[in-house]
């Protein structure tokens, strides 16, 4: 239990001897497997905001009973039940009061793995079976109250993301109540589908979440355009494995504009997004066919070139989904971009006749750069 104890480190600097404290949730799951868990909470029983405030705490908003310790800046929470009263992620009435026991606190929690504690003399507080449950690598719900928060489907896919290499299984009850909970995903908020939905593309292997999406019924309500998931995911960055799992989807345009728009994604996810599929469904080696491409992206304008767009199609370029590399294709670009109208009209060639020469001349750059690079003559 030497590990574990070491959890109550960040509750160090105030007196807290007093209080009936516990560490609990995810830091004991990560311990016991093993893991250095990145954050420890707490939660404390039988005390109340006052003590807490009293001792330097401050609380994290107006209505929610958690506090941040003065120093650390670690979690601590009162025990507390939540009831709820309207659809959604948020529609929780939360009641904290010093009668709530620890078990009652850790009833409310989601899989039986997240509702251990242990206490400050290393006394493991497991209700509910999560000891076991994590021997045997099983994510299992742990009361029908599990429904009411449509969020735990997404973050059940996020824990077989992050603790793939243990080969955790969903218990088939918990499979069950997921199918029939599915549908309420539409209540999320798109914000928090795509922390989630981050989340588990940042883990070791995504693919190991995400292939469950269609089994869990979460396909079919949120994304019914990716129900193809890549085996394994070659990128590093969260952009460019969604740019994988999109891509493995023969997307459209019109796709990634129905999908930027529903979700609320960045504008640089759905340039770059954009761009794969442009790049993807053009033939490079086709002159005309490279020079459109170039100016939809908007390569060849007056301003630079986005260099984070850039870095995002580079780290992509791994997986070989055009004829020519990234980066030759960017040298091109560059030379393309030195045609100026300048050079045109230097020579008296004005007005319609500028664009054409221009047009001309970059086609013939273009030409010369994909067949022979690097031998495009100068104007």
């Known amino acids: ?43 404390a029983v039988g005390t109340t905001s006052e003590i807490l405030l009293n001792l330097g705490f401050r609380q994290v908003g107006k209505d929610f ?10 979690e601590l929470a009162l025990a ?23 078990e009652t606190d850790l009833r409310r929690r989601d899989f039986t793995i997240n509702a251990m504690a242990l206490s400050r003399d290393g006394l493991l507080i497991d ?11 099983v994510l299992r719900h742990i009361s029908p109250a599990f429904s009411e928060d449509p969020l735990r489907i997404l973050r059940c896919i996020r824990f077989l993301a992050q603790l793939s290499m243990y080969q955790f299984t969903i218990s088939t009850e918990t499979v069950e109540i997921i199918q029939s909970m599915s549908h ?23 693919a190991a979440g995400l292939r469950n999406l269609h089994s869990l019924g979460v396909t079919e309500t949120l994304i019914p355009d990716l129900a193809i998931v890549p085996d394994q995911f070659m990128c590093q960055s969260v952009d460019a494995r969604l740019g994988e799992w999109i891509l493995q989807n023969k997307p459209t ?3 990634i504009e129905y999908y930027g728009k529903q979700f609320r994604l960045t504008n ?5 997004l954009t761009a794969l599929i442009k790049l993807k469904n053009t033939d490079i080696k086709d002159v005309a066919s490279c020079l459109e491409l170039m100016n939809q992206l908007g390569w060849l304008k007056g301003n630079p070139p986005n260099h984070r767009l850039d870095e995002l199609l580079m780290e992509f370029d791994q997986i070989q989904f055009v004829e020519l590399p990234i980066t030759r294709l960017f040298e091109i670009r560059d030379r393309l971009r030195e045609i100026t109208a300048a050079q045109f009209t230097e020579k008296g060639i004005f007005g319609k006749r500028l664009g054409e020469a221009i047009h001309a001349e970059r086609l013939k750059v273009l030409s010369t750069e994909i067949s022979a690079p690097g031998t495009a003559p100068g104007l």
């Not at 009831?83 to 709530?100: E, W």
């Not at 209700?127 to 690598?137: E, K, V």
């Open 253 to 255: 345009p019109d796709c």
């Open 184 to 206: 309420s995903l539409r209540e999320l908020s798109v914000e928090r589908i795509i922390v989630e939905l981050d989340k588990t593309l940042s883990s070791t292997n995504p």
């Open 65 to 74: 009973p958690v506090f941040l310790h003065p120093k650390s800046h670690a």
């Open 1 to 43: 239990m030497a590990d574990l104890n070491r959890l109550f480190a960040p509750l160090e600097g105030v007196e807290t001897a007093n209080l009936e404290i516990y560490a609990v949730g995810g830091a004991i799951r990560d311990t016991l497997l093993g893991l250095s868990p990145k954050d420890v909470d707490f939660v």
């Open 268 to 272: 640089k996810r759905v340039a770059f």
């Open 127 to 137: 209700p509910y079976g999560g000891q076991h449950d994590l021997n045997d690598r």
């Open 80 to 102: 507390r039940t939540e009831r709820k009263i309207k659809k959604g992620h948020t529609g929780f009435i939360v009641h904290a009061d010093p009668l709530v026991s620890l």
